[in-house]
């Protein structure tokens, strides 16, 4: 059984280009929350998907925006990239919006230059 | 608001001998509590959870302890390994419906020989 998945694992972006971060949930789970970790940080909760809408939004910009697909998949968008956006992005998929069962990904590195 | 906070960026342990990890945090309706780990350039691993109508709870070689009056959980490693070395965060879901988790800032665990 798969556990969460993300893609791509690293990635290079220059400043004001766009970026699409995506999830795979645990097999049998519904719901996506992404987060934010910089280094050295703890991760900070950027926003959560359940039944492809978007249900709650931690304090980030409007640049900041995500997609659940049918199949319960996930996307982050990220527009006009910072310096500051350079982080490890974290995917935690849970059943029916519980967090009490999240289970995280491996994280994308994003970094911007 | 609600805010979590960890005592010590790092520790420093002795194989063999047992780690103490601090959290506090500060909402009193909080009723649940997660330990993650997480080793370098991994995402966070579910280690122990506890509920608030409990004290303590174990698992392998690991304890929580809550203490509730001063809003205060603890981990506690037992016989600590090299591959205990990581960064360990408490995280609290927030009391609304939808339980986004707060982590706090982290302590890293070195485990010396």
């Known amino acids: 059984d798969a556990g969460v998945t993300q893609s791509p694992t690293h990635l290079i972006k220059t400043r004001g280009q766009q970026v699409t971060l995506r999830c795979s949930p645990k097999?049998?789970?519904?719901?996506v929350s992404w987060y934010q970790q910089a280094l050295g940080q703890g991760p900070q909760f950027i926003f959560q998907?359940?039944?492809?809408?978007?249900?709650q939004r931690g304090n980030f910009p409007d640049r900041f925006s995500g997609h659940q697909f049918p199949n319960y998949s996930s996307e982050l968008n990220v527009n006009a990239l910072l310096l500051g956006d350079s982080a490890l992005y974290l995917c935690a998929s849970s059943l029916r919006r519980v967090n009490t069962e999240a289970f995280f990904g491996q994280g994308t590195r994003l970094t911007v230059v | 608001g609600e805010s979590v906070g960890l005592h010590l960026p790092t520790l420093s342990v002795q194989e063999g001998d047992n780690s103490i990890i601090n959290c506090a945090y500060s909402?009193?309706?909080?009723?649940?509590f997660i330990w993650y780990k997480q080793e370098s350039g991994k995402g966070p691993q579910f280690i122990i959870d506890?509920?608030?109508?409990?004290d303590k709870r174990q698992g392998q070689r690991v304890t929580v302890l809550l203490n509730k009056t001063v809003k205060h959980l603890s981990l506690q490693i037992a016989a600590t390994q090299p591959g205990d070395s990581a960064v360990y965060f408490c995280a609290v879901p927030t009391t609304d419906s939808w339980g986004k988790l707060q982590f706090g800032a982290g302590t890293q665990v070195v485990v010396t020989p």
């Open positions: 909402n009193s309706a909080s009723d649940y």
């Open positions: 506890i509920r608030s109508n409990m």
């Open positions: 998907y359940y039944e492809e809408e978007e249900r």
């Open positions: 097999s049998g789970h519904d719901t």
